[in-house]
């Protein structure tokens, strides 16, 4: 399968960097160099640069007009519930005394969304089609058993 330059290949680039970060970032975290929090802020910043602006622009197109609005709320709820999982589990896995630290040195953490970060480019390469310089009419001609009005 093809892909062309746009937003598909550009969210597959970002999350496939920020899936190579992760488990280097593990690595700092895990205790094999000190200078962990420059690596973190970098990391972060090329997530935000990269994966997050791209959902928002993904939601924001693949939805038919009919239920866009409707369907970005849901989306959006599910996002935050993401990000409220993300935000709970993560001291749970990364406590002082808990097996994941005895088994990883804090690295655990990292390599479970380094592993969401490989689900997504599944996903991403699979099920995501090419919108570059289509109208929302046209993407919403192109998945199978929609039609405009």
């Keep these: 399968m093809a892909i062309d330059t746009g937003n598909t290949a550009w969210l597959l680039m970002s999350t496939a960097l ?17 200078a962990k929090n420059v690596l973190s802020t970098i990391m972060h910043s090329f997530f935000g640069l990269a994966i997050v602006t791209v959902v928002w622009v ?12 409707r369907a970005l709320g849901l989306a959006t709820f599910f996002l935050w519930v993401a990000d409220y999982a993300v935000t709970q589990t993560f001291p749970i896995m990364d406590a002082k005394d808990s097996w994941f630290v005895q088994h990883f040195n ?9 592993a969401f970060c490989v689900v997504l480019v599944v996903v991403v390469w699979r099920f995501v089609p090419e919108t570059k310089g289509r109208t929302l009419e046209e993407i919403e001609r192109m998945w199978p058993g929609r039609q405009s009005p």
């Design 18 to 34: 920020v899936m190579l970060m992760l488990p280097g970032l593990a690595l700092f975290y895990g205790g094999l160099v000190r």
């Design 58 to 69: 993904i939601l924001a197109e693949i939805y038919p007009t009919a239920i866009r609005g």
């Design 106 to 114: 804090h690295a655990f953490p990292f390599y479970v969304y380094a």
